[in-house]
C-alpha cells in the first residue's frame, strides 16, 4: 500500500476536440484513454505516445457517457442519440454492438465489476445488456421518474438506480425479486458506493447528501449545500472508521471523515479555493490525494483531502471531467473547448511515492 508524499505531475500528453469534452474512461492496465465530445467523437489515446486511434467521428451528436468493462476487452458509449455502441478492444478495436433507444438520451451505463455485464438507464427503466452473448439479461422498472444514476456494489451483487424520490437497490441473484427502496422526498442525482461495499452515498436535488450503512435502513443526513450536490467520491485508502467522502456543490468541496461514534455521523471539511463550478472530483487510487476539476480552468490535488500541494491547468475555458488511471500514476483531464491533457508522474521527482509508514 503506498501513498502520495510530494506530488509532482507533468504533462505528459495534450490534445484537441471539436467540441466540448464530455467522457473519459481509462482501461484496467491504465495505458489507454477513451475519450467524447459534444461533437459525437470517440478516441482512444495510448500513454506510450502511439498515434490515437479514432473510433467514431464527429457526427453532431453528443457522446455523454463512456464505460471500460472490469477486464478492458468492451468499451461502450452512449449520448444524445439515445444509441448504445459497445467495440471489443484490441491491436484493432471492432464495433460490435449497435442497440438503437432514438427517443432516449443515453446518459448512464455501468458495467458489472467482475461479469461483462453492463446496465444502462433507458428513461424509466434500467436494463443490463450481455456483452459477450449480446443479448438482453434483465430489464428493471424504475416507475417514479428516468433514472438519474447508476452504481453496482463492488462485489457485484447489487445494483442501485438514483432518481425522483429515491433509490432502488436489486439483489443481482434474483433480478425478479422486489428491490429495496431508500425514500427520499427529492430526487437522487449521483450514486456512489464506498470501496469497501459497507456505505452507499446519494446527492440530492433538495441540497442534501445521505449516506446508508450497508443493512442500516436508517441514513446519515447531511445539509447546508449551496445547491444540488453534484459529485461524490470515496477515498479507496483511510486510516479512521470509514473511507472519506467528497462531495460537490457548485464552487465548494465538501470532505466527510466518519465519527467513531455512529450517533454523531460525518465531520466535514471545507475545501475552497475554485471559483468556478467544480465540475469532478477523484481520489488517487489508494491514497487520500484529491483531484478536482472546476470550470475556472483548475485542477487541484489536494494532500489527504486537506491542502493544496499542486495546481495544474492548460484548459482556459475551464475543466469538463477528470479521471485518475487505475495505478493512480496519471491523471487525465478534459475541457470545456475540447482540450484533453494527460499528467504523470515526474520521473526526476524522487519520492513522488512513499509507503504509508514513511519507508
Not at 461533437?39 to 506510450?48: K, M, N, P, Q, Y
Not at 469497501?196 to 436508517?218: C, F, H, I, K
Request: charged share 20%; aromatic share 10%; proline share 4%.
Amino acid at each position: 500500500m503506498s501513498r502520495l508524499n510530494q506530488p509532482s505531475l507533468k504533462q505528459a500528453r495534450r490534445g484537441q476536440l471539436q467540441e466540448y469534452g464530455t467522457a473519459l474512461a481509462w482501461t484496467p492496465d491504465g495505458h489507454q484513454l477513451a475519450i467524447a465530445s459534444a461533437a459525437g467523437e470517440i478516441v482512444l489515446i495510448s500513454l506510450d505516445g502511439a498515434p490515437q486511434q479514432v473510433l467514431q467521428e464527429a457526427d453532431g451528436q453528443s457522446i455523454d457517457v463512456l464505460a471500460i468493462s472490469y477486464d478492458g476487452r468492451f468499451l461502450a458509449a452512449g449520448g444524445q442519440a439515445g444509441t448504445l455502441l459497445i467495440w471489443r478492444l484490441g491491436e484493432s478495436p471492432e464495433l460490435i454492438s449497435r442497440l438503437d433507444n432514438s427517443r432516449t438520451w443515453l446518459e448512464h451505463l455501468a458495467w458489472h465489476p467482475q461479469r461483462n455485464e453492463l446496465a444502462m438507464g433507458l428513461g424509466s427503466y434500467v436494463q443490463v445488456w450481455d456483452a459477450e452473448a449480446a443479448e438482453v439479461v434483465t430489464t428493471l422498472m424504475f416507475e417514479s421518474s428516468s433514472v438519474l444514476d447508476l452504481a453496482w456494489h463492488p462485489e457485484g451483487t447489487q445494483l442501485a438506480a438514483g432518481g425522483h424520490q429515491g433509490i432502488k437497490v436489486w439483489n443481482c441473484q434474483d433480478w425478479d425479486d422486489d428491490p429495496q427502496l431508500y425514500e427520499l422526498p427529492a430526487a437522487s442525482v449521483c450514486l456512489a458506493w464506498s470501496n469497501n461495499g459497507e456505505y452507499l452515498a446519494s446527492g440530492n436535488m433538495d441540497r442534501t447528501l445521505v449516506v446508508w450503512a450497508q443493512g442500516n435502513p436508517y441514513p446519515w443526513r447531511m445539509q447546508g449545500f449551496p445547491a444540488k450536490v453534484r459529485q461524490l467520491a470515496w477515498s479507496e485508502f483511510w486510516l479512521g472508521e470509514a473511507p472519506l467522502l467528497a462531495s460537490t456543490s457548485r464552487e465548494g468541496i465538501v470532505i466527510w471523515q466518519k465519527h467513531q461514534d455512529d450517533d454523531q455521523g460525518w465531520n466535514p471539511q471545507l475545501l475552497e479555493l475554485h471559483n468556478g463550478r467544480v465540475s469532478a472530483i477523484a481520489f488517487q487510487p489508494q491514497t487520500q490525494l484529491l483531484a478536482s476539476a472546476s470550470e475556472d480552468g483548475s485542477i487541484c490535488l489536494w494532500q489527504d483531502a486537506v491542502e493544496v500541494v499542486q495546481l495544474l491547468d492548460g484548459a482556459e475555458a475551464g475543466f469538463s471531467a477528470l479521471a485518475w488511471n487505475p495505478s493512480g500514476t496519471a491523471l487525465a483531464a478534459l475541457g470545456e473547448a475540447g482540450d484533453w491533457l494527460i499528467w504523470t508522474e515526474d520521473q526526476g521527482k524522487k519520492g513522488f511515492f512513499k509507503d504509508i509508514f514513511g519507508n
